[in-house]
């Protein structure tokens, strides 16, 4: 533990460039079945994002991507045109729409998740109970910045 009070520049760096790699391999499972719908990133992230706050609006979408209205409304449209997911007027306030994910959006992120639930499994189930507990608790302070 005391080794990691004095990190250097090197170790930083390489612990970067190992989530990049860790990014780019757990997103690359899926490239194959994203390819065929001509879907990218951008479609997978808000896939993610509306699978796991169904009934999300499009601000609170916008807010957690850290994207503009306009970049994410091409991916919306691409989404809604291949039956991905569905928007439905928001019964206090009919301006608002809520997303959610539709029949055969459901059945398309049950086969991306199940790509890349395979090598989370068995990158966590190749690892001690400790290890799995503090990599969380690392990835949780990275992402909210402390």
Request: aromatic share 10%; glycine share 2%.
């Amino acid at each position: 533990m005391k080794n990691l009070l004095y990190l250097k520049d090197e170790q930083i760096k390489e612990f970067i460039q190992l989530l990049f790699y860790a990014y780019r391999e757990t997103f690359s499972d899926p490239k194959e079945i994203l390819s065929k719908n001509y879907f990218g990133p951008a479609h997978l992230r808000a896939l993610n994002l509306i699978e796991s706050n169904p009934g999300i609006s499009l601000s609170e979408l916008i807010y957690k991507l850290k994207v503009t209205k306009q970049s994410l409304n091409r991916v919306l449209r691409d989404l809604i045109k291949s039956k991905m997911i569905k928007q439905i007027k928001d019964e206090t306030d009919t301006r608002k729409k809520k997303l959610y994910l539709d029949v055969e959006g459901k059945v398309f992120f049950d086969s991306v998740y199940d790509k890349q639930k395979k090598r989370i499994f068995n990158a966590l189930k190749s690892s001690n109970s400790d290890s799995v507990i503090k990599f969380k608790e690392v990835l949780k302070k990275i992402i909210n910045g402390k």
